[in-house]
């Protein structure tokens, strides 16, 4: 069973930036595929980013590239979020998760674990 816990979430203006962070414990965080999603209200949740298990495949949503960068230190047990250049349309609840498997990690159905969340608000 593994635990998450998110970080680093809050209000801010846009064009400012927001790193977040996800601490993992009770499993081999080397061994998970890692991913953030995030889910507005009235939106269904979806993929901002994906970190595989080797920690150099990812994957970002369009609507975040060039902006955001995922990164995982598995020694700390720790998945990342670089936030730059923020846009109202980023807020959201952003929520970290962790998988088993060696698939594409973009899908939310290939998680197995997931954090409780941490409010990113961006004020125009």
């Known amino acids: 069973q593994v635990q998450l816990a998110e970080s680093g979430g809050g209000l801010v203006q846009a064009g400012g930036s927001l790193r977040l962070s996800c601490a993992a414990s009770g499993g081999t965080f080397s061994s998970y595929g890692m991913g953030w999603f995030r889910q507005a209200p009235g939106k269904e949740r979806e993929i901002v980013a994906a970190i595989r298990q080797s920690g150099t495949t990812t994957y970002y949503a369009d609507s975040v590239k060039g902006r955001f960068t995922i990164s995982r230190d598995n020694g700390k047990n720790t998945v990342y979020l670089q936030m730059n250049s923020l846009k109202p349309e980023d807020t959201a609840v952003y929520y970290c998760?962790?998988?088993?498997?060696?698939?594409?990690?973009?899908?939310?159905?290939?998680?197995?674990?997931w954090g409780q969340g941490t409010q990113v608000t961006v004020s125009s």
């Open positions: 998760a962790a998988d088993r498997h060696y698939g594409s990690g973009r899908n939310t159905y290939e998680y197995d674990y």
